[in-house]
């Protein structure tokens, strides 16, 4: 089993940051793809950024390229998500998800195991 916890949700005023956490534990963290998704209230869960198992190579949603950033401690067994230019828009609940392939993909379908989600709001 794979146990992933979130963290550093919370409430920011627009144009400002947040960096959240994703703790894994249950197997080798390294080996498998991790991703960051979110769900806006009454809207479909939605793809943020991955990255692929073994660390390489990164993809973001275009929504969010060039403001945010992936990254992960292997060492640490925690993936990041820092967050900076904040818009009203980004506000959801955010998912970290993690997958058996170290392929990184973008659908939800492709991920096996979730987070229980941290709550960001982006006030105007």
């Known amino acids: 089993q794979v146990q992933l916890i979130e963290s550093g949700g919370g409430l920011v005023q627009a144009g400002g940051s947040l960096r959240l956490s994703c703790a894994a534990s249950g197997r080798a963290f390294s080996r498998g793809a991790m991703g960051w998704f979110r769900q806006a209230p009454g809207k479909e869960r939605e793809f943020v950024a991955a990255a692929a198992g073994g660390g390489g190579s990164t993809v973001y949603a275009d929504s969010v390229k060039g403001r945010f950033t992936i990254s992960r401690d292997n060492t640490k067994n925690t993936m990041y998500l820092q967050m900076n230019s904040l818009k009203p828009d980004d506000t959801a609940v955010y998912y970290c998800?993690?997958?058996?392939?170290?392929?990184?993909?973008?659908?939800?379908?492709?991920?096996?195991?979730w987070g229980q989600g941290t709550q960001v709001t982006v006030s105007s």
């Open positions: 998800a993690t997958r058996q392939s170290l392929f990184l993909r973008i659908e939800v379908a492709s991920y096996d195991y």
